[in-house]
């Protein structure tokens, strides 16, 4: 299994609403990333998870939190999001930090 | 802190015709170098990757790239391009024992038949 699968594919929000991000892998890698990518950009650094502890935020307003229940699950947790963080969520992994990253497919998300 | 650069926003070339895409990169320190691609509407996908050894790697469809240390580079080749190679393509590098890998802006190849 050389996957790493992402739950929702899309997903529309309201500013008011709460929702969570899935991302999974059993590749047995000890390193799992955030990142977001706007149209037509590169992806964005949002966090990274180390042996399952945070080991970087890139300034990520609070709205947005990372959480790692075990070693092949992480969850991005979404709180009053603005429109501008509407955008394509992609999760990745690899064996340890920093060596070659496996993507998921991303989640669309759309605030309105 | 390492940065990369790719030299061109776009790339449109005809089908069967060679390309080549630019990356030159930043760092004080030893680097792992990376291509990725991105189809429409997909995560990123790696192509190919430097570690360590020999500077010349390929991937199982055809593209090679190079690392040339002392021109920080580490430019994608394909001596012969199909449409189906048009996507994104990102270089990417992260320095040894760091904790981040940097992406460049990316480059658009379009295949025209």
């Known amino acids: 299994d050389t996957e790493v699968t992402q739950t929702p594919k899309h997903l529309v929000m309201g500013m008011t609403n709460k929702k969570s991000l899935k991302c999974e892998q059993h590749?047995?890698?000890?390193?799992m990333y955030w990142y977001k990518q706007k149209a037509k950009k590169p992806p964005e650094l949002m966090f990274v998870?180390?042996?399952?502890?945070?080991?970087i935020n890139e300034s990520v307003p609070s709205r947005f939190s990372p959480e790692c229940p075990n070693s092949s699950l992480l969850n991005l947790h979404l709180h009053a999001l603005q429109p501008e963080d509407s955008a394509l969520y992609l999760c990745?992994?690899?064996?340890?930090?920093?060596?070659?990253?496996?993507f998921g497919q991303g989640t669309r998300l759309t605030v309105v | 802190a390492q940065s990369v650069t790719q030299l061109d926003s776009q790339v449109p070339v005809f089908e069967e015709a060679p390309v080549e895409l630019r990356c030159n990169y930043s760092?004080?320190?030893?680097?792992?170098l990376f291509w990725y691609v991105q189809y429409p509407n997909q995560g990123l996908q790696l192509l190919l990757k430097?570690?360590?050894?020999?500077?010349l790697v390929e991937s199982i469809n055809g593209f090679e790239a190079e690392f040339n240390k002392s021109q920080t580079s580490f430019h994608l080749r394909k001596p012969s391009v199909h449409i189906s190679d048009t996507a994104e393509y990102f270089c990417?590098?992260?320095?040894?024992?760091?904790?981040?890998?940097?992406f460049g802006a990316g480059t658009r190849l379009f295949v025209k038949a």
């Open positions: 990745a992994s690899s064996q340890v930090l920093n060596t070659e990253a496996f």
């Open positions: 590749m047995g890698h000890r390193a």
């Open positions: 998870y180390s042996y399952e502890k945070l080991s």
């Open positions: 760092s004080s320190v030893s680097v792992y």
């Open positions: 430097y570690l360590s050894g020999s500077t």
């Open positions: 990417a590098v992260s320095e040894s024992g760091g904790f981040k890998t940097i």
